[in-house]
């Protein structure tokens, strides 16, 4: 990014960055602390075209680099074991940010994730998530929350109602998040599933190109941690 804040996300995020190597090592005591959730991410990466970072906590650091020389999709199949996780699974993301979101119209408004009329899903984001509405009923179609993992660096993970699909909302709400954040002096990132066509015709639509990067690391086998629900 032009003025560094994507470095200073990736630094405060996994450690380190730039990558020095392929994939580069790094033992961080940040993996041992809570994330933007409350939880512990105790395994994290970020691979781009020239490097990645691998961030474990650092006792695995040994174990981790051991595996530094597999390809990416083997080094996540072996990540639990090798790093005394065995009860967590691997993934891997595409990674995307945008330095100029699309100049799309605005779809929502900004609202406290705690109120009563707000989806449950977005109640973990905390603060402000950006909601579309019905603009007669009032009821809800597509929202966005913000992943803050640091000063730096917020993630959008984007949700919107079967019954509203279809209508271009998620990619004006992304777009729309997307310059608060830039206006805020931080930014805005985007994760989706590989195989999530639909997530990623949203992020391209709204200024997030696939740059060939990739995120990847270990989460509680319940929900991968990179997209809000039918994104």
Do not use: C
Not at 78 to 89: N, V
Not at 191 to 220: C, K, M, T, Y
């Amino acid at each position: 990014m032009e003025d560094g804040r994507l470095g200073r996300h990736l630094t405060d995020w996994l450690g380190r960055w730039p990558a020095r190597k392929p994939i580069e090592v790094v033992g961080y005591p940040g993996r041992l602390r809570p994330g933007w959730d409350g939880k512990v991410y105790p395994v994290l990466g970020v691979a781009a075209p020239d490097g990645g970072v691998l961030s474990v906590p650092p006792d695995a650091v040994r174990a981790a680099e051991e595996l530094a020389d597999l390809s990416l999709d083997q080094l996540i199949r072996e990540l639990p074991t090798a790093t005394g996780f065995p009860d967590r699974s691997g993934y891997r993301a595409v990674f995307r940010w945008s330095t100029a979101p699309t100049l799309l119209p605005d779809a929502g408004a900004w609202e406290k994730a705690e109120d009563p009329s707000v989806p449950e899903w977005l109640h973990v984001f905390g603060g402000e998530v950006l909601v579309a509405r019905d603009p007669d009923s009032g009821d809800y179609l597509a929202g966005v929350g913000l992943k803050r993992h640091d000063r730096y660096g917020r993630e959008l993970a984007v949700g919107t109602a079967p019954a509203a699909r279809g209508r271009g909302l998620a990619r004006r709400l992304v777009a729309q998040a997307a310059r608060r954040i830039l206006d805020e002096g931080a930014v805005p990132t985007y994760q989706h599933d590989p195989a999530n066509v639909a997530s990623a015709r949203v992020a391209e639509a709204a200024g997030f190109p696939d740059r060939g990067w990739s995120s990847f690391g270990l989460f509680i086998r319940d929900r991968a941690p990179t997209e809000g629900p039918d994104a």
